[in-house]
């Protein structure tokens, strides 16, 4: 089922942010939501995507999340720049 789930892009453990537009703190606050509902297995993945298309406001509230992470959930930045 799992796999079903994940090409399905339905799967409630992968979450993903991506950088079509600007990533606002609206969107952060979301996957704050998200991260603390109920999840099928014992971890979570996060991938940001194009992480340098966070606003400031999204930028310090992730970066608040960052320092106090829920528990077993794991974050993978991405980003199209190299400054």
């Known amino acids: ?3 079903r ?3 399905q892009k339905q799967h409630p453990d992968y979450l993903e942010l ?3 537009k600007q ?3 609206d969107d952060i ?4 939501s998200s991260l603390q509902q109920t999840h099928v297995r014992k ?3 996060v991938v940001i995507n194009a992480l340098e298309k966070m606003n400031l406001a999204a930028s310090n ?3 608040k999340l960052l320092e106090e992470p829920p528990k077993d959930v794991y974050f993978l930045l991405l980003s199209e720049q190299l400054k």
């Not at 606050?29 to 704050?32: A, D, V």
């Open 1 to 3: 089922a799992g796999c």
């Open 23 to 25: 990533i606002k703190i």
């Open 43 to 45: 971890c979570r993945i």
């Open 29 to 32: 606050r979301q996957l704050q």
């Open 61 to 63: 509230a992730f970066l």
């Open 18 to 20: 991506t950088g079509d």
């Open 5 to 7: 789930w994940f090409v």
